[in-house]
């Protein structure tokens, strides 16, 4: 298994392109596209790539393609309730067998996401056309390889603390704005069997998907958030049913 390519899927709305010329112009084919051509780019034959949206069958992931997914990429914004509960039972299942998940920017509002999180994930945000600064505070961590800190975006709508989530298990990357706001804005955890990551920057009014250092970082995690071995078909067992027997 380890010599073959880890199969990535990247969910996106599709809405935002069709509805907005700006959006448009910075993404004509889709922002799940730029997103897949830059995991592509960066972690090259390692992986295999394909791209799915909302408006697909069965919202893109049948339980045949979940199955045949290693790594799964979620961007959403504007019709988070539009999935269905369905959907984020079969991808909550697929990460707790051992299935990767990274969660881009406004994604942290999902279904799924806050399903895996427990919390309501909520943050502060403005969007004011406002200067990011991406700090590296893992440097060790696999998905900052390569990565210069600080990657500068020059135009990024502003994430703000107070962000609703669990502690990270592991914090990766710290960004900054111009208004003095901080942002826990790369963020890992593991969730039974699979792994799971959160990176913020990515709005949909900017081309930040196109920000090289940005694609790294969408390439590490897909690579890091890959199952180390086949993924499992039932459940974690914590105990034989009959292991306490009373007298």
């Given at each position: 298994m380890a010599d073959e390519p880890i199969r990535v899927t990247v969910?996106?709305?599709?809405?935002?392109?069709?509805?907005d010329v700006n959006v448009a112009s910075h993404y004509p084919d889709g922002m799940h596209a730029t997103i897949a051509s830059g995991i592509t780019e960066y972690a090259g034959a390692a992986v295999a790539v394909r791209c799915v949206t909302l408006d697909d069958p069965d919202q893109g992931l049948p339980a045949s393609l979940l199955a045949s997914t290693d790594v799964l990429t979620w961007w959403g914004h504007i019709a988070h309730d539009e999935v269905s509960d369905d959907l984020v039972d079969r991808v909550q299942e697929a990460v707790l067998a051992g299935?990767?998940?990274v969660v881009l920017h406004s994604?942290?509002?999902?279904?799924?996401?806050?399903r895996l999180m427990g919390t309501s994930c909520a943050l502060r945000w403005r969007n004011g056309d406002d200067r990011e600064l991406v700090w590296t505070v893992d440097p060790a961590h696999p998905v900052a390889a390569g990565v210069p800190s600080p990657i500068e975006i020059p135009s990024q709508?502003?994430?703000?603390?107070f962000f609703d989530i669990p502690a990270p298990d592991e914090l990766v990357f710290v960004?900054?704005?111009?208004?003095?706001?901080?942002?826990?804005?790369g963020c890992a955890w593991r969730r039974g069997r699979g792994r799971i990551f959160y990176f913020s920057p990515g709005d949909q009014d900017y081309p930040v998907y196109h920000h090289p250092d940005v694609r790294r970082v969408l390439a590490n995690a897909a690579v890091w958030?890959?199952?180390a071995g086949p993924r499992s078909t039932t459940p974690i067992a914590y105990a034989a049913p009959d292991w306490f027997v009373t007298p």
């Open positions: 969910w996106g709305e599709g809405r935002h392109e069709k509805r299935m990767g998940l994604g942290h509002w999902s279904k799924i996401f806050k709508e502003m994430y703000g603390e960004s900054s704005f111009t208004g003095g706001e901080v942002f826990r804005s958030a890959a199952p």
